[in-house]
């Protein structure tokens, strides 16, 4: 009986979803509830029929501006209704959902170097650039598994009050505590410090990778007493320097671009030094929309008016190096990608990371935390 009742379940979970009452969370959630994975299905019929595309994002202002100027519109000429999952598209949570047999996700927003190393491990479908414009990316920053969706920054930011004509201008200046005193804050996620700690111990920015990871270490072991919070989001960086808790910090750019505006540049950052890093739209394999779908999708987001846009929205540098010349000049001072500014800055391995993170970020934990 139990068995019956279980299968009659199910075949409402069916039948409401064919009928467009339910969406893949609310089924995949239903049968989570009744022990039942879409593996259970053969070939997956729920999951072929579906009408939806689900992005996998990190949630807040960019999930918004993402829906906005490029999910609905997305699924407006598609004839999918899109949607967001905002819990976070994890190298773990990717993981969990390619093993669970449920997967949910379609096209995900990941860290650059994690769309290497999951595509890596099989768990990604393969970028189709009969679709995908390889081409429409900043400096290559295309693979198998992964195309750049947009660039972030890693900059210094700086209490332009507290310093007054003499403000630091490079991450010599960033370590050098006597000559530029007070409380400094930077990321827990590593990626950028310790490419600034090895510049300000005298390396170039040609030698720097594969990274010295115990001269970095030493270096920012020396500055831990100055700090007075390492970062875990950016909402946090943010408030530290416009709170004044600390007068010097590493932060995201699009943090970093709000504080310059919230303080009204009294609070403000310089490219000088910086280190670009892409995030990337990557793909389930065996995605329940299917590759086309995705593929389709991210072809969509290379069009670099929409880009512009969401440097509008959310301060991210367009991928496109179409988009540089359709950046209004009142944008063209936070736009990473702008030839002015990109030339400053210095480009993170994404290479590098994808071997090495896991491994650097437990001793990095160590150090913040001892």
């Given amino acids: 009986m139990q068995k019956i009742m279980k299968d009659e379940l199910v075949d409402i979970l069916r039948h409401r979803f064919e009928r467009g009452e339910l969406g893949r969370r609310d089924v995949l959630m239903g049968l989570g509830l009744l022990g039942v994975t879409s593996l259970a299905f053969s070939p997956g019929p729920l999951m072929a029929q579906s009408k939806q595309l689900v992005l996998a994002t990190w949630g807040g202002d960019t999930t918004k501006a993402i829906e906005e100027i490029l999910g609905n519109p997305f699924g407006e000429v598609s004839g999918l209704s899109v949607v967001s999952d905002t819990s976070g598209p994890s190298e773990g949570a990717v993981q969990v959902q390619a093993s669970s047999g449920s997967i949910s996700w379609d096209v995900m927003l990941l860290e650059y170097f994690s769309s290497i190393t999951l595509g890596k491990k099989g768990l990604l479908g393969e970028i189709e650039y009969d ?12 693979h198998q598994w992964g195309v750049a969706s947009h660039f972030n920054s890693y900059v210094m930011v700086y ?4 310093f007054g004509d003499n403000p630091p201008k490079t991450w010599a200046d960033f370590f050098d505590v006597e000559k530029f005193p007070g409380k400094h804050t930077f990321p827990k996620w590593m990626m950028g ?10 390396v170039q920015p040609d030698g720097l990778y594969p990274l010295d990871l115990d001269r970095a270490f030493a270096k920012v072991e020396k500055l831990m007493p100055h700090v007075v919070s390492v970062w875990g989001t950016g909402a946090e960086s943010q408030q530290l320097m416009l709170d004044g ?3 010097m910090g590493m932060l995201w750019g699009t943090r970093a671009i709000l504080v310059d505006r919230d303080s009204e540049q ?13 995030d990337a739209w ?23 008016a929409r880009q512009v846009e969401l440097l509008r929205l959310a301060g991210y540098g367009p991928a496109n190096p179409e988009a540089s010349s359709l950046v209004p000049d009142d944008l063209k001072r936070i736009d990473c990608n702008q030839p002015e500014n990109r030339h400053l800055m210095h480009d993170l391995d994404m290479e590098w990371y ?8 437990d001793r990095f934990t160590a150090l913040i935390a001892s």
């Fill in 131 to 142: 679709i995908v414009d390889r081409d429409k990316v900043f400096g290559g920053q295309a």
């Fill in 159 to 162: 209490d332009a009050a507290h």
């Fill in 193 to 202: 410090i310790l490419e600034a700690a090895l510049l300000a111990d005298g």
């Fill in 245 to 247: 808790d600390a007068v």
């Fill in 266 to 278: 009294e609070v403000t950052f310089t490219f000088q030094d910086g280190f670009l890093a892409p």
């Fill in 282 to 304: 990557g793909y389930m394999k065996d995605n329940p929309a299917g590759a086309k779908a995705a593929n389709e999708f991210i072809a969509f987001t290379q069009d670099p």
């Fill in 354 to 361: 994808s071997e090495n993170y896991a491994t650097a970020l």
